[in-house]
């Protein structure tokens, strides 16, 4: 099999075709280099690099030139956008760090420390919140071993933005780096996006998947509204507090402050308690990241390189049958890929898979043999409102199973214009289509249990009359009763009726009101009538009670 990247190295780094430097540790072939152990080579190829390279003459004696700005660390050969040799020695507009050495870093903590461009903030708080974590070491050793499947990632996303790198830490205060993670305000994934803010930056939220929880789109959605809210207050620490308190509140708040003649930076505007401590947590977290030793912290080895590739998909494929081509667990395939909430990909929606790197090239291989089907699902629109049971039985699928893929509720009835996961077969052998795989939703109305009612006809009714007084259809109480539309009622006449729970027990009540004011005397008629009025009107408060008591135990 050909090799993915070529690879040519120099001062430590990856030299591309058009001349630029890129490190090694984020050269394409880096886990290549590891397993392949070309280390002979590369020492041969440094020695000849640098002995090729030209020295500035007022640089001469110092040593190579150091990376700065946007080519602190370069992107990979495959995204782009790598400097020149002539860009290396510019610097950041943003005020980061000045000079960032070639050599390479020895994990991802170290390059992470290298990043660092914050302004530091000395208060009690961060001194709290250092003790609060250093006391809990279990802690920082969960939320540090979740992070390192996403962590590099982020570094290199914050790098090339030229965004500090105390913000991949940021996740530690969000949710413990948890991509399952929902707030009790609802907010969800590693970054914590609450419904509307996820829409405004384009994460799709449906049945099918939430791309909140998706480790590439919300990483670059965080990404985009830090760097708006940056430009906005032109402060990291505002910045912050915009994320988590809101922009307009935060903005306010400088407003206020202004307008008193005081101080308007983070430490000065009045701030909730949340918010107050959310930039001293993040900052703790970061001085522990930066002297692990004097808090007495355990940091689990992160290597410097790519944990997962993002490996693109043509056809809707089953989890089962990813997790199985590459050779990785469903756990494992689920961890990297939480947006997804259902046992498919759907190429429409998702069109690459993040794979363990040293797996990825195993899929890939692998996929490019498959011929047969790939899924075994796929999307269908309800034409009408119909029961989760008629909806199974026309897909051939078992109720409960049915219910359970696609998270429908007992009693519930599934609407028109609803879109389910159901078996591909027949006519429904298809990948899903874009618009149902971006916008499918499910939804949902109460289903009505009719119980079977008898009640007289009156002195006067019709068909139309009676149907009126008990809510119902006239052409259903005609088909109930096998009578025809124009049928005339005899006082007295028995029918039968289908109604709601509630308006029966109500039906039913009443009818026994009107059968003892019929056997009464003429002069008790009249108190009896009020009396049926209430029992009616219990009955009816009673049946609604029991149905707000059922609902409230559902």
Not at 63 to 75: F, V
Not at 93 to 116: C, H, K, M, N, Y
Not at 298 to 316: C, K
Not at 432 to 461: M, N, S, Y
């Amino acid at each position: 099999m050909e090799e993915r990247f070529s690879l040519k190295l120099a001062l430590g780094g990856t030299l591309t075709d058009n001349g630029s430097l890129i490190p090694i540790w984020l050269s394409p072939n880096y886990p290549m280099i590891r397993h392949r152990l070309w280390w002979p080579l590369l020492g041969a190829l440094f020695l000849s690099a640098c002995s090729s390279l030209p020295q500035p003459d007022d640089q001469a004696d110092n040593g190579p030139q150091a990376l700065t700005g946007e080519s602190r660390y370069a992107l990979k050969a495959r995204r782009g956008g790598n400097p020149t040799l002539s860009e290396l020695g510019t610097e950041s507009s943003l005020g980061l760090r000045a000079v960032a050495p070639l050599t390479v870093p020895q994990d991802l903590w170290e390059r992470i420390r290298r990043g660092f461009a914050m302004q530091d903030l000395e208060n009690e708080q961060v001194q709290e919140r250092e003790q609060w974590y250093a006391a809990r070491p279990d802690y920082i050793e969960r939320m540090t071993a979740r992070s390192h499947k996403y962590l590099f990632h982020i570094v290199e996303e914050l790098e090339r933005r030229n965004m500090p790198t105390e913000l991949a830490l940021l996740p530690f205060v969000e949710s413990a780096f948890n991509p399952q993670a929902v707030s009790s305000a609802s907010a969800a994934g590693m970054w914590q996006f609450m419904p509307a803010t996820g829409k405004d930056f384009d994460l799709k939220q449906n049945m099918f998947r939430d791309d909140r929880r998706d480790v590439l789109a919300s990483t670059r959605a965080a990404l985009d509204y830090l760097e708006r809210l940056n430009r906005q207050f032109n402060d990291w620490q505002l910045a912050l507090a915009a994320y988590n308190w809101g922009q307009g509140n935060v903005a306010k708040a400088i407003k206020r402050n202004q307008a008193q003649g005081l101080g308007t930076s983070y430490a000065e505007i009045n701030l909730p308690q949340e918010t107050r401590q959310y930039v001293p947590k993040l900052l703790a977290i970061k001085h522990i990241v930066a002297r692990p030793e004097r808090f007495r912290a355990q940091l689990p080895a992160i290597g410097n390189h790519p944990f997962f590739d993002a490996v693109p998909i043509q056809r809707d494929m089953d989890v089962a049958k990813v997790a199985e081509l590459a050779g990785v667990s469903e756990r494992d395939l689920r961890q990297l890929n939480p947006s997804i909430n259902k046992p498919m990909f759907m190429a429409a929606a998702n069109p690459s898979v993040l794979l363990p790197w040293d797996n990825a090239a195993l899929f890939e291989a692998k996929l490019a043999t498959q011929f047969g089907p790939l899924a075994s699902w796929t999307a269908w629109r309800a034409p009408r409102d119909m029961s989760v049971a008629q909806a199974a039985e026309q897909h051939g699928i078992d109720e409960h199973e049915l219910r359970e893929l696609n998270k429908i509720p007992p009693r519930m009835l599934v609407k028109a214009g609803s879109t389910l996961l159901v078996p591909r077969h027949g006519k429904l052998d298809f990948d899903v289509p874009g618009q149902l795989a971006d916008h499918g939703q499910l939804l949902l109305k109460q289903e009505i249990i009719l119980v079977r009612t008898q009640v007289k006809a009156r002195k006067g009714d019709t068909l139309a009359k009676l149907a009126q007084r008990y809510q119902v259809s006239a052409d259903k109480v005609a088909d109930w009763n096998d009578l025809s539309s124009k049928a005339r009622l005899k006082p007295g006449q028995l029918l039968v009726l289908h109604l709601p729970k509630r308006e029966a027990v109500a039906a039913a009540a009443g009818e026994r009101s009107a059968a003892v004011v019929s056997k009464a005397s003429p002069a008790k008629k009249g108190k009896q009538v009020a009396a049926a009025g209430q029992a009616r009107g219990k009955a009816k408060s009673s049946a609604e009670l029991k149905v707000a008591l059922a609902s409230k135990k559902r």
